[in-house]
């Protein structure tokens, strides 16, 4: 009797695995620093994949840029309800920058993940450290600038940065490319220099990888 039980749960749990692994691919994230290139390449793919992939947007205490969307580019909130938020454990990573904090919450990736697509998410180095080993098992890509002089053009070029918010930028550059370049922090690392080179690159490690059937 006992045997058969334990033949019997190993079978459900086999079920159970792969109903899981169905329902739930493993995500897709990017990361790298401010101005590398990660929305571009990011908006390129879902213009090119638009059925596969499903953006999560992150919360943001942050102010809105001009033009920014609620629920969009960011669900807006204030310090107050995104530390509450935290404390219920509703969020899956958050990382603090120049004040605000930024996060992804179970119900984005969740939300995502109903729609039968892969989740996509755009995350800084503290979130990496912390969904990289979850059960979700995410593909890691590190978008890395082609030199730092490169990096400060694009970012002033952008016009979004005061002064201020942008040398914190690039000083934070630094450090994020260190991480970045550490073997087996990333499955894929790939140097925006030439956009279009950069996202065929990219694309064709999304082909062979992200999107093959056993993902
Ligand atoms: N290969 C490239 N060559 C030249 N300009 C580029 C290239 N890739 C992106 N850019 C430009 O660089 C700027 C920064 O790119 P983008 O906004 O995609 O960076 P990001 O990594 O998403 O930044 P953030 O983390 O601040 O959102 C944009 O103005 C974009 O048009």
């Not at 904090?101 to 995502?112: L, R």
Request: net charge neutral; glycine share 6%; hydrophobic share 35%.
């Amino acid at each position: 009797m006992n045997r058969q039980l334990c033949r019997i749960e190993r079978i459900l749990l086999v079920i159970q695995f792969r109903t899981f692994k169905m329902q739930t691919p493993r995500p897709l994230v990017f990361c790298g620093p401010s101005g590398s290139g990660k929305s571009t390449l990011v908006k390129r793919l879902m213009t090119n994949f638009p059925d596969r992939f499903g953006f999560t947007v992150s919360h943001t205490t942050r102010a809105p840029r001009p033009g920014e969307i609620n629920g969009q580019h960011y669900y807006f909130t204030d310090k107050e309800t995104m530390r509450k938020a935290l404390e219920n454990g509703e969020f899956i990573e958050h990382a603090v920058f120049s004040g605000n904090t930024y996060g992804t919450s179970y119900k984005t990736i969740e939300d995502v993940t109903k729609q039968g697509k892969i989740v996509l998410m755009d995350i800084d180095m503290e979130g990496v450290k912390q969904v990289k080993n979850t059960a979700l098992k995410p593909w890691c890509v590190f978008v890395q600038p082609p030199s730092m002089d490169e990096l400060r053009t694009r970012l002033v070029e952008r016009q979004t940065e005061s002064p201020e918010s942008l040398e914190k930028r690039m000083a934070k550059a630094h450090e994020e490319i260190s991480f970045g370049l550490e073997p087996n922090n990333f499955d894929k690392i790939i140097v925006n220099d030439n956009l279009l080179r950069a996202y065929e690159e990219l694309e064709k490690f999304v082909i062979e990888n992200v999107l093959t059937h056993d993902n």
